[in-house]
């Protein structure tokens, strides 16, 4: 049995499978297994899946999204640790190798999770590399319940013990938010570590329409957490709500440099969902119905064009 079980869900990733793959069979770190979820793919993720013969194990599924194909992975495995690698990520070298240590030196650690270097699509470093959790590497669970702390899957190794315990991902988030349902749960049942060193290159997508589409999975998100946690979680909450405005307007506003005002407008009027009593709210999404205002070619004497 191997020690370490490696889970990846693909869904249409032909194109990108192949690093993904070639980062697992480039690690230090040599005792594990390869199980590749195909979660109902219609490209050719099937066939180039079949060019790697025995080197992985291949799980194939109705399409079902990511938390219910990173389950079925759980289940085809058996490793004593287990990490999660999106098709479209990449690990280095030594990822398994220095997870693997932490939790062999620390047996009462549940999880543990590396650094992680942000890229686009074609592999180049995004200019942000700023993280949600850089002020808390080991959370409790009062922290946790205080405000979202986020940590991708591709970034983790957890005791296949915990992920019994609190039961895997939450299949009904099946577009969005099961990570960070998981890292509650998984925290009621042990306390994490970081490795410090950047060990992942997570590849970024634009956040429109992404973002939007996962709006209603944010929802099914907050009632879950209110169902589980009650008013504790109330903090969490309230800033899981307050980083999705943030999002929102983001998104608005770059549109709307783009000319884009009828997506704009569709961002806008979630804000407007989550601020109601906001008169700024409602004077932007009103703003998406004017033409933009170019700024006139005039004297000094006059005052500059006013941005949005």
Known sequence: MAKVSVIIPVYNGAATIGRALASVFAQTFADYEVVVVNDGSTDDTASVLAGYGDRIRVVTQANRGLPAARNSGIRASSGEYVAFIDDDDEWLPQMLERCAAVLDQDPDCGMVYAGALKVDLAGRQMPDQSTENEDI?????????????????????????????????????????????FLLR??????????PELLVRKATRPLYPKALKR????????????????????????????????????????????????????????????????????????????????????SSTENPATPD
């Open 137 to 181: 590497d080991s959370p409790t669970m009062e922290q946790m319940l205080e405000r979202p702390w986020v940590v991708v899957p591709s970034r983790v190794m957890v005791r296949r013990a915990i992920l019994e315990r609190c039961g895997g991902f939450e299949e009904r988030c099946a577009v969005a938010c099961e990570d960070v349902f």
């Open 215 to 298: 709006e209603q999975a944010c929802e099914l998100l907050v009632r879950l957490v209110r169902e589980r946690y009650g008013a504790s979680a109330d903090g969490f909450i309230r800033e899981y709500r307050r980083s999705r405005v943030k999002v929102m307007k983001h998104m608005a506003r770059m549109l709307m440099q783009e000319g884009r005002r009828a997506d704009a407008r569709k961002c806008l009027s979630r804000v407007i969902y989550y601020q109601p009593a906001s008169p700024k709210a409602y004077r932007r999404y009103l703003k998406t119905f004017f033409p933009v205002r170019m700024p006139r070619t005039s």
């Open 186 to 195: 998984a925290r009621e049942c042990g306390y994490f570590r970081r490795v």
